[in-house]
């Protein structure tokens, strides 16, 4: 499931669609400021614009204190943002485009929380590593990184499901109440597997052990990880982020940024 199409101040995505957008392409805002701040960032700059996290993936214009960011920029009339600068986008939260496969352009531990909703499993599984990696060094010890994607463990177990109405007959259901065509959803169990796989732009689906294995190899303690339930988390404003469309497919972690003696930390 991508992005949304506009600047997101609802709770929900808006159009479903099996693609994800042009990387060339700019989603559309009613105001775009300049606030002359540009990469590389550190904790005083966000601070003085209120910011103390981070979301990945997103327009998304609900919580003021989150720095918004994507490879897809945004359009007003004829500003498009710039790679690197920080906008306000409609009097609200603020944005930087930014690609994440790319060393962050901030400072060390700079941040208090880090969100990312489906948004892992659009990178490889080196560059989810590589990525998980410059979250942890962006994070202040004792931060928190809220990390949601579609469960493996669950499109497996829908495909073992022999009955009438498991997982992906309500998936499928779901996913036409949002607008998919039922030509467009086969009721094949091979289909509904491979689709996660294939489609939405995802590279690396994972189940709890394959994510505990990528917040390891980045530096995160395993002892740190925890798995959460929809709309339910350490910081509950990050658990607010959570949608609701995407709850019957997805696994949801905690994982708190702890000091470790890795090569990481030196």
């Not at 489609?199 to 990880?225: M, N, S």
């Not at 982020?241 to 019957?248: F, T």
């Amino acid at each position: 499931m991508t992005q949304n199409t506009e600047w997101q101040t609802a709770s929900e995505p808006a159009e479903w669609t099996w693609d994800e957008p042009d990387p060339g392409w700019h989603s559309p805002c009613r105001r775009l400021e300049a606030t002359g701040l540009t990469s590389p960032l550190d904790r005083a700059e966000l601070a003085g614009i209120g910011v103390t996290g981070i979301q990945f993936g997103s327009w998304d214009g609900r919580d003021p204190g989150c720095l918004n960011t994507d490879v897809i920029g945004l359009v007003a009339g004829d500003t498009r943002t710039e790679p690197g600068h920080v906008y306000r986008v409609d009097g609200g939260a603020y944005f930087v485009r930014l690609d994440a496969r790319d060393p962050l352009p901030l400072a060390d531990g700079c941040l208090d929380w880090a969100y990312a909703e489906h948004f892992i499993e659009h990178l490889t599984l080196a560059e989810g590593i590589g990525w998980l990696r410059e979250v942890r060094r962006i994070l202040a010890v004792g931060g928190w990184l809220r990390l949601t994607t579609p469960d493996l463990h669950r499109y497996v177990a829908g495909y073992l499901d022999d009955g009438a109405d498991g997982f992906f007959a309500r998936h499928r259901r779901r996913l036409m109440s949002l607008g998919a065509k039922p030509e467009d959803l086969p009721e094949r169990k091979a289909f509904m597997v491979n689709q996660i796989f294939q489609f939405h732009g995802h590279k690396w689906i994972y189940d709890l052990d394959e994510l505990r294995h990528a917040l390891g190899a980045a530096g995160f303690d395993p002892d740190a990880i925890s798995v959460r339930a929809f709309g339910r988390s350490a910081l509950p404003h990050l658990a607010a982020l959570d949608r609701a469309v995407r709850n019957d497919e997805t696994i949801y972690v905690d994982v708190r940024r702890t000091v470790t003696t890795g090569p990481q930390d030196r």
